[in-house]
């Protein structure tokens, strides 16, 4: 019946973000990752400032630069 809805990414990604935080998800913006290591319990995201994140998993919000990223997937 002509259903359709609109979302707004960026509002969407906060309050994303925000609910997870509460949660006690950490969230590191502006953090430029070099270099992926995949495992099958872990992903080690190397980052630009020489800097290692560990996690079970990982949600990167990469506009255009997602091509880059899922040449490493």
Same mark, same amino acid.
């Given at each position: %019946?002509?259903?359709?809805?609109?979302?707004?990414?960026?509002?969407?990604? &906060?309050?994303?973000?925000?609910?997870?935080?509460? &949660?006690?998800? $950490?969230? +590191?913006?502006?953090?430029?990752? /070099?270099? #992926?290591?995949? @495992?099958?319990?872990? !992903?080690?995201?190397? @980052?630009? /400032?020489? $800097?290692?994140?560990?996690? %079970? %998993? !990982?949600?990167?919000?990469?506009?255009?630069?997602?091509?880059? +990223? #899922? %040449? !490493?997937?």
């Amino acid at each position: %019946k002509g259903l359709a809805a609109e979302l707004d990414p960026y509002f969407f990604l &906060q309050a994303l973000l925000a609910k997870a935080a509460e &949660q006690g998800c $950490r969230v +590191y913006e502006n953090t430029a990752v /070099t270099e #992926m290591d995949i @495992t099958t319990d872990h !992903v080690v995201c190397n @980052t630009a /400032t020489g $800097r290692t994140v560990t996690a %079970k %998993k !990982v949600i990167m919000a990469t506009g255009c630069e997602q091509n880059e +990223y #899922m %040449k !490493v997937l």
